[in-house]
């Protein structure tokens, strides 16, 4: 695990991938050259968030198909892709399909559970079956079997001259299977990672269980009861994703800024929030040497072995080029990680 003195072994960085809605292609063009910054940088992963009716990436594997032509080595991930949103089968063939694309560098993300907003968009989303869809985990392991190769329909075999059926899906890419994650904020949802021989991917957020409000302890308990659950015990894998926002390169008015962000979040971290009892972690401000001594001494942080860190929402393209070229070239070596040639 990182203490110090011990390296970090992936770095990875994750975007929302803003754009405006008179213009639209210009913030996915955007969000496509901080992929291709990230591959120059020597970054281990790049991930993109999934927001459905709102103005961040709403296809995440469209996007992550499009930057399989423009990269060729960094790792491309999803943050989360909530499954209440999708058809597992039709799922399941397009992250085949970007898989194959990539050379096997894709590494898809996903949840579960109803729809955010869910009785304002039902009746677009599910007109005819709103009430008997599943939302459980079990909408995960179907996308699982279906990646793995568990049969998809009960017919094969030619039908007329050309046509070839498969029984499976289509494209099979043979080790998609192992590299997709579960996003999860509770013990629950953890352990329930583990069981599938799935990777865990955390977040900024938990759910706050039991009498603690202290969020580093509450995510190491998560990350351990994954790898108690896990065929791979200590060795499955688990990523950490706070927000880091290193100053060593910035601006007086980007410090500035960046200050006044956190400020105005930094409120919502003190208590569990709403109904579910979130809790979210602070974000991260300082110099790289300053922002590497906070996660030595965080407990989730020590549990693992990776990391993707998230970038801010709302900031401007050319705060995102500074702060990952800080964390590709101070935080990134304060915390013992070497980027990829």
Same mark, same amino acid.
């Given at each position: 695990?990182?203490?110090?003195? &011990?390296?970090?072994?992936?770095? %990875?960085?994750?975007?929302?991938?803003? +754009?405006?809605?008179?213009?639209?292609?210009?913030?996915?063009?955007?969000?496509?050259?901080?992929?291709?910054?990230?591959?120059?940088?020597?970054?281990?992963?790049?991930?993109?968030?999934?927001?459905?009716?709102?103005?961040?990436?709403? @296809?995440?594997?469209?996007?992550?198909?499009?930057? #399989?032509?423009?990269?060729?080595?960094?790792?491309?991930?999803?943050?989360?892709?909530?499954?209440?949103?999708?058809?597992?089968?039709?799922?399941?063939?397009?992250?085949?399909? =970007?898989?194959? /694309?990539?050379?096997?560098? /894709?590494?898809?993300?996903?949840?579960?559970?109803?729809?955010?907003?869910? &009785?304002?968009?039902?009746?677009?989303?599910?007109?005819?079956?709103?009430? =008997?869809?599943?939302?459980?985990?079990?909408?995960?392991?179907?996308?699982?079997?279906?990646?793995?190769?568990?049969?998809? @329909? #009960?017919?094969?075999?030619?039908?007329?001259?050309?046509?070839?059926?498969?029984?499976?899906?289509?494209?099979?890419?043979?080790?998609?299977?192992?590299?997709?994650?579960?996003?999860?904020?509770?013990?629950?949802?953890?352990?329930?990672?583990?069981?599938?021989?799935?990777?865990?991917?955390? @977040?900024?957020?938990?759910?706050?269980?039991?009498?603690? =409000?202290? +969020?580093?302890?509450?995510?190491?308990?998560?990350?351990?009861?994954?790898?108690?659950?896990?065929?791979?015990? &200590?060795?499955?894998?688990? @990523?950490?994703?706070?927000?880091?926002?290193?100053?060593?390169?910035?601006?007086?008015?980007?410090?500035?800024?960046?200050?006044?962000?956190?400020?105005?979040?930094?409120?919502?971290?003190?208590?569990?929030? %709403?109904?579910?009892?979130?809790? +979210?972690?602070?974000?991260?401000?300082? #110099?790289?040497? &300053?922002?590497?001594?906070?996660?030595?001494?965080?407990?989730?942080?020590?549990?693992?072995?990776?990391?993707?860190?998230?970038?801010?929402?709302? +900031?401007?393209?050319?705060?995102?080029?500074?702060?990952? #070229?800080?964390?590709?070239?101070?935080? %990134?070596?304060?915390?013992?990680?070497?980027?990829?040639?």
């Amino acid at each position: 695990m990182p203490l110090p003195g &011990e390296p970090l072994e992936k770095l %990875g960085f994750l975007t929302i991938g803003l +754009f405006d809605e008179g213009d639209p292609r210009a913030g996915h063009e955007a969000t496509l050259q901080i992929i291709e910054l990230g591959e120059r940088l020597g970054f281990a992963s790049a991930w993109v968030r999934n927001r459905h009716l709102q103005y961040g990436i709403s @296809s995440p594997v469209a996007v992550l198909a499009a930057a #399989t032509q423009r990269t060729s080595r960094i790792e491309l991930g999803t943050a989360v892709i909530p499954l209440a949103w999708e058809n597992p089968l039709r799922l399941a063939e397009d992250l085949a399909t =970007v898989d194959v /694309l990539s050379g096997g560098r /894709l590494n898809p993300g996903v949840s579960v559970g109803p729809p955010m907003h869910w &009785e304002d968009v039902r009746a677009a989303l599910y007109p005819d079956t709103a009430d =008997v869809e599943d939302f459980s985990y079990e909408r995960v392991a179907r996308l699982l079997r279906l990646v793995e190769g568990a049969p998809a @329909s #009960t017919f094969r075999g030619m039908e007329g001259v050309v046509e070839e059926w498969s029984d499976r899906v289509q494209p099979h890419s043979p080790g998609l299977r192992s590299r997709i994650w579960y996003g999860g904020g509770s013990e629950r949802s953890a352990r329930w990672a583990g069981e599938q021989g799935m990777n865990l991917l955390t @977040s900024s957020v938990v759910k706050a269980e039991g009498n603690s =409000v202290d +969020f580093a302890a509450i995510q190491a308990a998560q990350i351990r009861a994954f790898r108690v659950a896990h065929p791979a015990g &200590e060795a499955a894998r688990a @990523s950490q994703g706070l927000v880091v926002i290193p100053t060593d390169s910035a601006s007086t008015e980007q410090r500035e800024r960046y200050a006044a962000y956190v400020d105005a979040r930094t409120p919502r971290t003190r208590s569990p929030q %709403g109904p579910a009892r979130l809790l +979210f972690a602070r974000d991260l401000i300082g #110099t790289s040497e &300053e922002i590497a001594a906070q996660l030595h001494a965080d407990a989730a942080f020590r549990e693992v072995r990776e990391v993707v860190f998230a970038l801010p929402f709302s +900031f401007a393209a050319d705060d995102y080029e500074q702060l990952l #070229t800080d964390i590709a070239t101070k935080l %990134g070596p304060a915390l013992g990680w070497a980027p990829t040639a």
